[in-house]
């Protein structure tokens, strides 16, 4: 068989980095990791392609070579997704849908064939044997668990990994906490399940033998969820991988902010190769933080944590929500504060939404608080249900974060905070290539000479040639600043647009003011 295996288009959004990889000739930020695993599932007797809509067109003859169109998607490429399918079934070709969109939401994009849910390593090979013995069924999921330890290795070469900002790898899946908005439990459950050891650097190997060489992510949702095999096994394996690859990799990943207590561990992923780390914080608030049940977050000083953090030798990226029940008028200001303070160069903050599925939509459920399904994107200014705060207090306070921590001005001094108390002792050393050159002087052009604030990137660049080995993050991070300012003039857009059509604010949200205000 000939089997097209298509990821759909991811709009521009805050972890798109769009504007930033333009600056190094990329075209997308992660290769679609999901289904290069799916497509080295399938019998070596089948031809396989893949088209990243992010990377490559999809032409009408790439789908009429097919005779079935694996597709599998996040939420954010829902409009993508449905555009593919109705192409396909106009030119009549079966299609397989799995994944987040279409585990979460199966009922949200009709037409396709058949839906492969849940995890592939087990609905996967239902559905192959079936298809085989021609009694393929509509729907194949399950609510049982992988065993991951039998996960293949992606199938790197359907893609050309030079277009990519970086790779992507996975560890495990689950996650022991259970925050009320969050719906990785839902997927994945809240046992850690982790692949081998040997999975790990078997896959490291592979990406090295197709020469990839810089930053490579562990997607995992909360990487350090079994920590003892960790610090016992995997970490201690990789560190001595990358010293006899002379350390071609530099690694991120998401974990919770309790690994600031565990400083063997800590110690262990800065020697590995681990330089950065996203963190959900979430809110400056104990309060919230309690109503949302994310319990590790609750009575720390984060603004000490992250510097520690930061002084092991990691760069701290941070997640923020507004729109808790708990947040008053003054949550704005603190939440400028602490980032600021803390030196968290690239801090998404978003408007809080319930995900279909989560305690949190269950709960504003039996309140009769909810709207409409939320739209995928962090920042789009979106918000399904009626919170308490008044909602253009909420919007209000909300763009007032994003102009303040966004300008020149307030993301320059984030960036010096961060360097400041940043140790370089185990960041990898990379040759600079031309493709970094030419980003520098792009970043001196778009930021230093067209840009509103150039200033303040020009008092940051000349303080980082005091310490050479600041130079570099300084490029990066002020790359990615420019980025986030493109994100910022869509918002302000879309704020334009609310404004003007009072009616339709807040997908669909009730715009009585009264019962906006309600409590």
Same mark, same amino acid.
């Given at each position: ?26 075209? %997308? ?10 497509? %080295? ?13 992010? +990377? ?9 070579? %097919? *005779?079935? #169109?694996? =597709? ?11 555009? +593919? ?15 987040? !969109? ?5 009922? !949200?994009?009709?037409?396709? *064939? ?7 390593? =087990? ?6 044997? $079936? ?15 992988? @065993? =991951? ?8 070469? !359907?893609? @050309? ?22 719906? #990785?439990?839902? !997927? ?32 995992? $949702? ?27 990799? /530099?690694? /991120?990943?998401?974990? /919770?902010?309790?690994?600031?207590? $565990? ?22 608030? $104990? ?53 600021? *303070? ?93 493709? @970094?050159?030419? %980003? ?23 303080? /980082?040639?005091? *310490? ?52």
């Amino acid at each position: 068989m000939n089997i097209l295996l298509i990821n759909p288009e991811v709009p521009n959004t805050f972890w798109s980095l769009k504007s930033a990889l333009k600056f190094v000739s990329k075209k %997308a930020l992660l290769p679609p990791l999901g289904l290069l695993t799916v497509a %080295a599932m399938l019998p070596k007797s089948f031809e396989k392609k893949l088209i990243d809509m992010n +990377v490559t067109a999809l032409h009408d003859n790439d789908i009429r070579w %097919a *005779d079935y #169109v694996f =597709i599998s998607a996040m939420y954010i490429q829902k409009d993508s997704a449905r555009e +593919v399918i109705k192409r396909c079934n106009k030119l009549k070709i079966k299609v397989v849908a799995g994944g987040p !969109l279409f585990t979460s939401f199966p009922d !949200l994009i009709q037409g396709a *064939d058949h839906y492969v849910l849940s995890e592939a390593e =087990i609905t996967l090979p239902q559905f192959l044997n $079936d298809i085989n013995n021609n009694c393929a069924k509509h729907i194949y999921k399950t609510d049982l668990k992988a @065993d =991951i330890t039998t996960s293949p290795l992606p199938l790197w070469q !359907l893609v @050309d990994i030079k277009k990519y900002g970086m790779m992507g790898l996975q560890y495990s899946r689950g996650c022991p906490f259970d925050c009320d908005f969050c719906d #990785v439990t839902q !997927l994945f459950g809240h046992k850690v399940r982790t692949k081998t050891t040997r999975q790990i650097i078997e896959e490291l190997e592979s990406l090295y033998k197709y020469k990839w060489r810089g930053d490579v992510f562990f997607v995992d $949702d909360n990487f350090i969820g079994k920590r003892q095999r960790l610090k016992k096994e995997l970490l201690p394996a990789i560190i001595e991988w990358m010293q006899k690859r002379k350390r071609p990799f /530099s690694f /991120s990943t998401q974990t /919770s902010i309790d690994l600031v207590d $565990d400083e063997e561990l800590m110690t262990l992923m800065t020697k590995a190769g681990f330089d950065g780390v996203f963190i959900g914080l979430e809110s400056p608030n $104990d309060s919230s933080l309690a109503e949302c049940n994310k319990t590790q977050n609750i009575g720390r000083n984060i603004v000490e944590d992250i510097k520690k953090i930061q002084r092991f030798g990691m760069q701290v990226q941070a997640g923020f929500i507004l729109g808790f029940d708990n947040d008053k008028p003054n949550v704005f200001d603190k939440l400028i504060n602490l980032i600021q *303070d803390s030196g968290i160069v690239t801090a998404m903050v978003g408007l809080l939404n319930a995900p279909p599925g989560t305690k949190l939509y269950q709960k504003l459920k039996n309140e009769n608080r909810l709207a409409d399904t939320p739209t995928g994107d962090n920042m789009d200014c979106s918000i399904n249900f009626i919170p308490k705060m008044n909602i253009y207090e909420l919007r209000g306070g909300y763009m007032k974060v994003l102009n303040t921590i966004y300008s020149q001005k307030y993301f320059c001094k984030r960036i010096k905070t961060f360097l400041k108390n940043y140790n370089f002792n185990y960041k990898t050393k990379y040759k600079l290539g031309m493709r @970094d050159v030419k %980003a520098f002087f792009k970043s001196i052009w778009r930021i230093g000479m067209v840009e509103k604030g150039k200033m303040h990137y020009w008092l940051l660049l000349m303080w /980082s040639f005091g *310490d050479l080995r600041r130079l570099p993050l300084v490029v990066r991070y002020s790359i990615f600043g420019f980025h986030f300012r493109k994100i910022l003039k869509s918002i302000h857009t879309r704020m334009e647009d609310f404004s003007a059509n009072p009616v339709n604010e807040c997908n669909n949200i009730s715009n009585d003011h009264k019962l906006l205000t309600k409590d």
